[in-house]
């Protein structure tokens, strides 16, 4: 049974700094590509950072580009995304995907991934 699950989330004041980690089992993603997402209440669900299997294809959005950096482990199993200088529009709760087929495409678009954790929630005060 694959699992993504995801960690490192929190309460944090505008300007700090969080780490998500999303450790997935049941099976290994080394060759597949790994996207973050995120839902704030009353919004849809939005993409914000995906990273090819071997880590060179990277996207942002918009808005967390400059400030957020996505990173992957394949010996772990692993993806992170590090989130800087937080604001408070990051508030939501955050999602890891991964894509079922091995490939060298990256997706924004979260119809491409297959497998999601339950979330973790990051809430930015003011």
């Known amino acids: 049974q694959v699992q993504l699950v995801e960690s490192g989330g929190g309460l944090v004041q505008a300007g700090d700094s969080l780490r998500l980690s999303c450790a997935a089992s049941g099976r290994t993603f080394s060759r597949h590509a790994m996207g973050w997402f995120r839902q704030a209440p009353g919004k849809e669900r939005e993409f914000v950072a995906a990273v090819s299997w071997a880590g060179n294809t990277i996207y942002y959005a918009g808005s967390v580009k400059g400030r957020f950096t996505v990173s992957r482990d394949n010996a772990k199993n692993t993806v992170f995304l590090q989130m800087n200088s937080l604001k408070p529009e990051d508030t939501a709760v955050y999602y890891c995907?991964?894509?079922?087929?091995?490939?060298?495409?990256?997706?924004?678009?979260?119809?491409?991934?297959?497998?999601w954790g339950r979330g973790t929630q990051v809430t930015v005060s003011s």
């Open positions: 995907a991964a894509d079922k087929t091995p490939s060298t495409t990256v997706f924004r678009d979260s119809r491409y991934y297959d497998y």
